[in-house]
């Protein structure tokens, strides 16, 4: 079945280490995002992604970093530079033209 | 810039009852519209969405949602809800050409038995 795959689902790492979330599609989509979601603030725009090797940043792009090798991959790593980084983060991806975004299961980060 | 309003941060509703959720925008062309749904812990599935056309969409779930330029709106109904519907519901506003999606910031929708 097609569908975006996020890992890993549970994250716990502890304050000033580096982590990366993996985000997988099988969609052919050109395009992909990454959100943050807290309680109550809806979804944030982190980065996104309309074509291999070029990436924009979102709103909140302070203190995360993104990678687009592959069509199908768009990984994202969460820096030490992240002053609040426990939160749920959400991959989605979009073929342009359609406006659709489709999304993965979601990562929930923790840090100690 | 864009933005969307959800005005209401939580609606408690009686199952078999009505259920309205609404969705206000501030985009500087023709929008593209979207209504997702997230149950916890889970991603955003889609319900709906408005490109263009008849301003009353019909969704997955039996909702619907009707668009209102003259208010900047994109309300979401349901005629009667079950207990299933109790989620988070997002409005979302962008463009077809790959950029940015904006997102309000949610209606947590509780349904009493």
């Known amino acids: 079945d097609g569908g975006i795959t996020q890992s890993p689902k549970y994250l716990f790492r502890k304050e000033g280490q580096n982590v990366t979330l993996s985000c997988e599609q099988n969609?052919?989509?050109?395009?992909m995002y990454w959100y943050r979601q807290d309680p109550g603030q809806g979804l944030r725009l982190i980065y996104y992604?309309?074509?291999?090797?070029?990436?924009q940043k979102g709103d909140i792009a302070e203190g995360y970093s993104v990678s687009r090798e592959k069509k199908e991959s768009f990984p994202l790593t969460v820096t030490s530079a992240q002053k609040n980084p426990t939160a749920f983060y959400l991959c989605?991806?979009?073929?342009?033209?359609?406006?659709?975004?489709?999304f993965g299961e979601g990562s929930r980060l923790t840090v100690l | 810039a864009q933005s969307v309003t959800q005005p209401d941060i939580h609606i408690t509703v009686s199952e078999g009852a009505s259920l309205e959720l609404r969705c206000n925008y501030s985009?500087?062309?023709?929008?593209?519209l979207f209504w997702y749904v997230q149950s916890p812990g889970q991603g955003l599935q889609l319900l709906l969405k408005?490109?263009?056309?008849?301003?009353l969409v019909q969704g997955i779930k039996g909702f619907e949602a009707e668009f209102k330029r003259s208010q900047s709106s994109f309300n979401l109904r349901k005629p009667s809800v079950h207990w299933s519907d109790a989620a988070e519901y997002f409005c979302?506003?962008?463009?077809?050409?790959?950029?940015?999606?904006?997102f309000g910031g949610g209606t947590r929708v509780l349904v009493k038995p």
């Open positions: 989605g991806s979009r073929q342009v033209g359609t406006g659709e975004l489709f």
């Open positions: 992604s309309q074509i291999v090797n070029d990436f």
């Open positions: 969609l052919n989509h050109d395009a």
């Open positions: 408005y490109f263009s056309g008849d301003t």
């Open positions: 979302a506003v962008g463009a077809a050409a790959g950029n940015k999606l904006t």
């Open positions: 985009y500087g062309a023709t929008p593209y």
